[in-house]
């Protein structure tokens, strides 16, 4: 049964990217992307919500989903900023970077030093970082690194990446106090104050009304909110289950997935050095959780 949930998980997880970037390359703005998808994912949640026991609730729950929801939220939009700036195939790989910044998180704030091999880990991750950009210019590889790692939407996943690595700790006491369902549903419904006051407060664009935009990609965007909603809601149950570094491992198994389908469905290049980047960045990641 986890390996159905954990595999489901990777499925709509990528498929989500995928109709992230496409909207994106239609010209939609990333903040009317996350507005919208925010909107039909509380129109879903709604419903649910007059049926769920919520009233025993407790405070503790409240303060951890409210934290994950406007963290998770934020790392949503500059997912989508990524996606907007760089091909899936190097977005998808980029997933390795969360166990290095969940380490150095440790670091910084659990005072917790690495083993040499968790060291060993990293330098492995960075090392396959190498072939993200191999071919794309006739470069060394630490020109490549340094092409990678000035990348406006690398920048941007790395963002994300931070925010999403920060909130699964709050995400998974939630979790753990309210079960999956009531997670998801509030996780949806607490950011959506936050993606409407942020594409009003810093979309600038003269361009055509929220509805206007929405009307002719409804379909897409609908979409991608039950995609998202389904992605939610088996993360919620895989970080009930599993330890959060062990979901964190299951996850990178996506990167693969999303190699296939830049070059699949947005025919991007270089999909062999991509491919040669996941597998070194997979062992690089297991390494350090092994550790």
């Known amino acids: 049964m986890e390996i159905i949930v954990i595999f489901g998980r990777v499925i709509f997880a990528s498929f989500a990217n995928v109709l992230q970037k496409k909207l994106a390359i239609q010209n939609h703005h990333p903040l009317f992307i996350v507005m919208a998808s925010y909107a039909l994912l509380s129109v879903i949640s709604l419903p649910i919500l007059l049926s769920l026991p919520i009233v025993h ?29 760089t091909d899936l195939s190097i977005f998808g790989p980029l997933n390795a970077y969360k166990i290095v910044i969940s380490m150095l998180l440790a670091m910084v704030f659990l005072s917790e030093m690495p083993s040499s091999q968790g060291f060993l880990g990293i330098s492995i991750i960075i090392t396959g970082s190498f072939f993200l950009m191999h071919g794309t210019t006739k470069t060394t590889n630490q020109q490549s690194l340094f092409m990678l ?4 939407g690398v920048q941007y996943r790395f963002l994300s990446i931070l925010l999403f690595s920060i909130g699964t700790l709050p995400l998974k006491n939630a979790v753990m106090e309210g079960q999956a369902l009531t997670t998801t549903i509030f996780w949806c419904l607490i950011g959506f104050p936050l993606a409407i006051l942020s594409y009003f ?8 009304s929220f509805f206007q935009q929405a009307k002719p990609v409804l379909p897409e965007l609908t979409y991608l909110a039950i995609t998202l909603f389904l ?19 299951l996850f990178q198994f996506s990167m693969v997935l999303q190699v296939f ?3 699949r469905i947005f ?18 990641s297991l390494l350090v959780l092994k550790a």
């Open 57 to 85: 609730l407790s405070e503790y729950f409240w303060v951890n989903i409210v934290i994950a929801a406007l963290l998770d939220m934020a790392g949503t939009l500059f997912l989508v900023f990524s996606l907007s700036k």
């Open 149 to 152: 790692f000035t990348n406006r």
């Open 201 to 208: 407060l810093f979309n600038k664009r003269e361009e055509q």
């Open 231 to 249: 992605m939610q809601y088996l993360t919620m149950i895989v970080l009930s289950k599993l330890l959060i570094a062990y979901s964190l491992a």
């Open 261 to 263: 389908l830049g070059y």
């Open 267 to 284: 025919k991007e290049k270089n999909i062999k050095s991509r491919l040669i980047a996941c597998l070194i960045m997979s062992i690089g």
